[in-house]
């Protein structure tokens, strides 16, 4: 079976719209104590898994969750 090329891409930490290394994306802050929020270049933000070191497309709730705690 053949992976989707977005799934491909966050396999290997990438962007999925602009191919940018989420390493190297904008911390946001910390969801949960195993996951962050990072923010890419192009403004797609994406939960990163610091146990498991995998990326994945933040949820529309988490984001925002997250927009609604910049607002404290
Ligand atoms: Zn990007």
Known sequence: M????????????????????LNKAKKLGSITDN???????????YVHDKRMDKYRRATFQEEQQYIKSLKK
Request: glycine content about 6%; proline content about 6%; overall charge positive.
């Open 35 to 45: 996951s962050e929020l990072v923010k890419c270049k192009c403004k797609r933000i």
């Open 2 to 21: 053949i992976k989707p090329f977005q799934d491909v891409l966050l396999d290997k930490g990438l962007c999925v719209g602009c191919t940018y290394p």
